[in-house]
């Protein structure tokens, strides 16, 4: 058994839909879950209706719906299907704009449609091009609290329905099912959060014991580096969680760690791959470490970051400092990604800028603060950073002149980030590449 997730690129067309029925045919043999979401852009489409409709645009929101069911219509084809599951959507985009009011429950409701209805599209066109294919709806097997929009998963209760379920369908049926979408134990439709099919793909994985999960997107894998800035970065063929999870927090969009957790945790492997191009073979990603000859794995990095240096020359041998600085952060709900400290500064940085005024206010009421905007974050990634002396030297040796702000180490040792001028970002990563890639151990990187 393996689980195979297409997200919504794969299936935004019935061309991409083809393209899905050829690698899911390629596979039969496996007996492959299938985890879909919604068609291209539908949840987003779908959330801009809901806030449209409570936002007395009432008109406009049945407009943009009306747009979306033509979407649908067109590339499944399914008249009876569609033309339902939108009736239901356009009674209850009437009843929000009714009551103005957007709750956590509503907006479930109203984005499930995407995955309800891209899932049963995906059966449909499967049975008419030659596979045995069957829908399973994630509502009646996938478990959560009740914390709509944001749910989590019931894991063992979820885990049961699953292994009941899908193993019996799966020997004579390619089973499809909706990611992102869930139930709670009464029954009232939930979803994971915003890119959840991952999350559900993971979870049925880990519920059926699956030998592999397969995560279908649009590139080749994870990289040495990103591939605007460094042309031909290669392809990493085999990387722990940890690394992987390491790079995703740093820049690297192609999966939120988090949502492969409970894959991991059962020691099932989680690949990347590319629905444009099958027959490469992408990126596994395995629960335990992976030995390499290069030293780092990938080079990840961050643009757009802004640099606070928070000095306070009263806190000096006094604590309480950096309680008072996080407490503004938790206060404005900004989250900081890197932080190095000294016993009367501390200098870290934020991407979301959106509250940095009133943050700086705050901070500003017992200490000095100084800010450094587009800056960049650079991290180099691989386990084997820490038992390699030797590695820093290298790093900044390959950085030459350019000059690095700020540097922090974790304790877990598995990267080694620092902080340069957005101008430099490009030099800079390319440097490190040529000093860590020149040569690349096979077992590991594509050459
Ligand atoms: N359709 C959902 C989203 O856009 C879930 C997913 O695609 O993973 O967030």
Known sequence: MIVMKFGGTSV????????????????????PVVVVSAMGKTTNRLLKIANLAVGGQRDEALRE????????????????????????????????????????????????????????????YFQHHGLSAVHLDARKVIVTDRRHTQAAPLLEESYKKLAAAIPPLLESHVVVMGGFIAATEDGITTTLGRGGSDFTASIVGAGIGAEEIQIWTDVDGMLTADPTIIPNAHRVKVISFTEAAELAYFGAKVLHPSTVHPAIERNIPVLILNSRRPQV????????????????????CKVNVT???????????????????FEVFDRYETSVDMIATSEVSVSLTVDQPERLGAILRDLREFSEVSVDENQAIICIVGENIRYTPGVAASMFKALGKINVRMVSQGASALN????????DLAAAVAALHAEFFSELDPAVFDA
């Open 12 to 31: 935004e067309s019935a061309q991409a839909m083809e393209r899905v029925t050829g690698i899911v045919k390629s596979r039969l043999d496996r007996k």
């Open 281 to 300: 073979d992408g990126t596994r990603i395995l629960s335990k470490t992976v030995a390499s000859k290069n030293v780092v794995k990938s080079i990840a």
């Open 65 to 124: 719906l009306l747009a979306l069911r033509d979407f649908h219509l067109r590339e499944s084809g399914m008249e009876r299907t569609v033309d339902e599951h939108f009736q239901e959507l356009s009674e209850l985009v009437k009843g929000l704009a009714v009551l103005g009011e957007l709750t956590p429950r509503s907006v479930d409701a109203i984005s499930s449609f995407g995955e309800r209805l891209s899932s049963l599209i995906v059966t449909n």
């Open 416 to 423: 080694l980030g620092f902080v340069v001028a957005g101008q």
């Open 307 to 325: 640099v606070l240096n928070i000095h306070s020359t009263r806190m000096f041998m006094a604590h309480g400092f950096m309680r008072r600085i």
